[in-house]
Structure formats: structure tokens, C-alpha cells
């Protein structure tokens, strides 16, 4: 996931634009049209669907290769932000964006519930690595009260964000900003 670059920097933006950019399928992948007879060119988009409380960013730290028979640790480092909009890679705003403003639902979804009130994240929690692909050591950043801490085995000290923004991030997780309950229609009493 680090071949996600924005002017030269690997940013998370950046590996989740990767992620959801249409890709053209091979010759050899032509869906069959039943209408026409003719196998079509076609294009292939992943996209998010609906939206957890929690998002966790796993990032690819770790090469394995087979072929080249040979194993790495990738240091490079990966721009992320405090704040992500997780809009931008919605099915919905995909699907508006190529088609316009009609709509389109899935079944099983809610029809009165709007992922796009809720797409706003906030990071909580970074886990770092340090070392090599064989031995190394995991530390954690939490976020409580708006403060910020290392999570090194037994020691638990107050950073600053400028720490944590350094820190080459392996993994992420960012929490929805709202919260969007609807309760049942049911009550259950006891």
C-alpha cells in the first residue's frame, strides 16, 4: 500500500486513491454482453460500500518474493493526516461522480441512512515497528482527551502530535468523528 504518492510523498490519501482509480481489464477478462453477443471492454473499481465505527489502516511494512527468493522490511515513510474524509471513496460519491445524481441502492441497505453524515475519522491509535524483518519491536500511540501517548511495553509516556505525525505508521486507526445510532422500533423490557 506505500505506492500511494501525492508530489513525490507517500500519503494515505494517496494509497486509497490507488485503491479506488478504475482500472481497465485485460482482453482476456472481456465480460460477455447477452445482448449484443460481443465481449465489451470493461472497467473494474473497488470503492467503499458503507463505513465502519473504526477504520484500520494496515500498511504493507513487510516483502516477501518467491521469485527473487529474498525478504525486506520497507521503511519508507507514510504521510498520514489527524483528520481523514473518507468520502471521496464511497461507492456513492463514485458512482454520482461517473453518473450523476441518480440513485442507486443495494439491498439489505437503509434507505434513510446517509454514509455521507458520517465519513469524517479521526485518528486514535498508531502502531509502529522498529527493527528488521526478523527482530523488532512494536510501539503504539494512543489518543486520550485530546493528548497523546507512547505505549512502549510497561512504559506509557505523554508525546507530543508532532511525535506521532513523525512515526512511521504500520498501522492506523481512525474512529468516526459522529456517531449515528438509529434505535429499534421495538423496545425489549425485562
Not at 25 to 39: A, I, N, P, T, W
Not at 75 to 81: S, V
Not at 120 to 146: I, P, Q, S, W
Request: aromatic residues 12%; positive net charge; charged residues 25%.
Amino acid at each position: 500500500m506505500l505506492s500511494g504518492q501525492r508530489g513525490g510523498i507517500s500519503t494515505l490519501m494517496g494509497c486509497l486513491d490507488r485503491f479506488t482509480r478504475p482500472e481497465r481489464l485485460g482482453s482476456d477478462q472481456k465480460f460477455f454482453c447477452q445482448d449484443c453477443k460481443v465481449r465489451q471492454e470493461s472497467l473494474k473499481q473497488m470503492s467503499i460500500r458503507k463505513l465502519p465505527l473504526v477504520s484500520c489502516f494496515h500498511i504493507k511494512r513487510f516483502e516477501h518474493s518467491s521469485y527473487r527468493n529474498m525478504s525486506r522490511k520497507i521503511d519508507r515513510y507514510l504521510q498520514f493526516p489527524l483528520s481523514l474524509d473518507m468520502s471521496p471513496y464511497l461507492s456513492s460519491t463514485i458512482l454520482r461522480s461517473r453518473f450523476g445524481n441518480r440513485i442507486f441502492t443495494y439491498s439489505g441497505d437503509d434507505p434513510e441512512g446517509s454514509t455521507e453524515l458520517s465519513s469524517e475519522f479521526e485518528l486514535f491509535a498508531v502502531v509502529t515497528h522498529t527493527g528488521k524483518l526478523d527482530a523488532g519491536h512494536y510501539v503504539t500511540y494512543l489518543r486520550l482527551n485530546d493528548q497523546w501517548y507512547k505505549c512502549d511495553d510497561a512504559w506509557v509516556t505523554r508525546v507530543s502530535e508532532n511525535v506521532v505525525r513523525a512515526a512511521q505508521a504500520y498501522m492506523m486507526f481512525y474512529v468516526q468523528k459522529r456517531f449515528h445510532y438509529k434505535a429499534s422500533e421495538k423496545l425489549v423490557t425485562s
